[in-house]
C-alpha cells in the first residue's frame, strides 16, 4: 500500500487544521475546494505534523 492511500494527511490552513486522517488525494480535493472559497495559507501535511501545532484548531464539519 502506498503511503498516498494512507489516511495519515491533514490540511491545514491559516485558520488552523481543517480535517485530518484524510488519503493524499482526499486531502487534495479538500485543499482545492477551499482554495476556491479563498481559505489561505493552505498545505497539505501529516496527521502528525498538523497534532504538533500547538494553535490548531479542528473545523468540523470539512
Not at 4 to 25: C, F, K, M, P
Amino acid at each position: 500500500m502506498s503511503e498516498l492511500t494512507d489516511q495519515h494527511w491533514a490540511v491545514i490552513s491559516e485558520r488552523g487544521v481543517e480535517s485530518s486522517g484524510l488519503s493524499y488525494q482526499d486531502a487534495l480535493q479538500l485543499m482545492r475546494r477551499l482554495e476556491s472559497q479563498k481559505v489561505h495559507g493552505l498545505c497539505i501535511v501529516t496527521d502528525a505534523a498538523a497534532e504538533r501545532d500547538a494553535h490548531a484548531t479542528v473545523h468540523k464539519g470539512r
